[in-house]
Every structure is written in C-alpha cells, then in structure tokens.
T-cell receptor, first 115, second 113 residues
Framework: EPEVTQTPSHQVTQMGQEVILRCVPISNHLYFYWYRQILGQKVEFLVSFYNNEISEKSEIFDDQFSVERPDGSNFTLKIRSTKLEDSAMYFC?????????????FGPGTRLTVL | AQSVTQPDIHITVSEGASLELRCNYSYGATPYLFWYVQSPGQGLQLLLKYFSGDTLVQGIKGFEAEFKRSQSSFNLRKPSVHWSDAAEYFCAVYGGATNKLIFGTGTLLAVQP
C-alpha cells in the first residue's frame, strides 16, 4: 500500500541554522500539507500546497518557513534560521483530490530538536 | 472559525471496559470529521472518518463514532478496550478552503490491567 515517507526521522540542529525536512507524498496525490506538533500539544496546520504554489498558510508559517516541490516527487519544508521554539514533530500529509476533499494521508513525522 | 474541543485531557479505563471519548466541533456547514490515534513517538493513524450518510461510522481496531448534528458532536466509542489501545486520540475537522485539518487538543487514554 502506498504511503507518505519523511526523512530524516530525527534532526538535531543548532539555533540559527537552516534545516530542510523532506517528504515524499503518495504519487498521483495533488494536495500537500505540513503540520507540526510541539511536544505535549495538539497538531497544528502550517501550510497547504497545490499546483506548485501555497494554497493556505497559518500565522505560524512566517518568513522563516518555505515549501517547495523541487522535482515532482519530493515536498520539502525549509526553516531558514531555526529557533528553540521550532523544536517539534513535523508531519507531512497528502490528499488525492484536487478539491482537497477526502482523507489526508500522514507520514511518520520528523522530530526536529533545536539546541 | 472552525474549532474542535476534546473536553477530556486524560482518561483511564480498565481493560475490557467500554470507552467513549468526547469530541465537539464548531463548523458552519456539514463537517468532515476524523479520529486519529497516536502511539508514543509515532505518527498519526486514521481510525475513522465521517463525510456524509450513515451517522454511525465504523473504523479500524473495533472503534466506531457517531455524528450528532444537533449536539455538534462526534464521539468515539469502543465496547471493550484492550491494553494496546493506550495512546493519544485526536478528533479533527476539515476547515478552510484547502481543507486543512483542525485538531482538538487530544485525549490521552490509559488502560489499567
């Protein structure tokens, strides 16, 4: 069964460094999402992406964040200058419907630790 | 704005007992509702979803949920809990033009032997 994959599973970085979190959505899916979960808190929406552009972003998704689908298979989240408060689990999800309806399929997550 | 409330932060049940986890939502139109489960250190697994039709939906692992529009609720139930059900459970609703998921704060389930 196809699944969403994410790499790395755990990333440790120093404050101020750039990180890139990678996701491979299910092929032929059309909508892509990033969510994050700070330890002990709820899962929060960051950004949705469709047709090679951002469809919607939350107030969390400031200028330090960017997303890209560089090659038609990968979907990346970049944090330019990490802060301590960026430490969280980051989940990628994809959705097969152009309308965005239907079930979102989640990856296993990347745990980002900022020191 | 859309929102989800899970009033129970932490629930403990005995193995074999029945379970009901509460979820209330706020959404103007017919909602798309979901329950996800997260085991410690793991990702999110979909238990079940409601889009339309029969208001009682069956999911994996013996879980079911009932959509009650009049109460704006989508409570998750299981008749007999197993120790392996210990995890955190999140209720979610689609919101916005891009159908981002809006999650509740979660209910942590502990199962006593």
């Amino acid at each position: 069964e196809p699944e969403v994959t994410q790499t790395p599973s755990h990333q440790v970085t120093q404050m101020g460094q750039e990180v890139i979190l990678r996701c491979v959505p299910i092929s032929n899916h059309l909508y892509f999402y990033w969510y994050r979960q700070i330890l002990g808190q709820k899962v929060e929406f960051l950004v949705s992406f469709y047709n090679n552009e951002i469809s919607e972003k939350s107030e969390i998704f400031d200028d330090q964040f960017s997303v890209e689908r560089p090659d038609g298979s990968n979907f990346t989240l970049k944090i330019r200058s990490t802060k301590l408060e960026d430490s969280a689990m980051y989940f990628c999800a994809s959705n097969p419907w152009a309308s965005g309806n239907g079930e979102q399929f989640f990856g296993p997550g990347t745990r980002l630790t900022v020191l | 704005a859309q929102s989800v409330t899970q009033p129970d932060i932490h629930i403990t049940v005995s193995e074999g007992a029945s379970l009901e986890l509460r979820c209330n939502y706020s959404y103007g139109a017919t909602p798309y509702l979901f329950w996800y489960v997260q085991s410690p250190g793991q990702g999110l697994q979909l238990l079940l979803k409601y889009f339309s039709g029969d208001t009682l939906v069956q999911g994996i692992k013996g879980f079911e949920a009932e959509f009650k529009r009049s109460q704006s609720s989508f409570n998750l139930r299981k008749p007999s809990v197993h120790w392996s059900d210990a995890a955190e459970y999140f209720c979610a609703v689609y919101g916005g033009a891009t159908n981002k998921l809006i999650f509740g704060t979660g209910t942590l389930l502990a199962v006593q032997p």
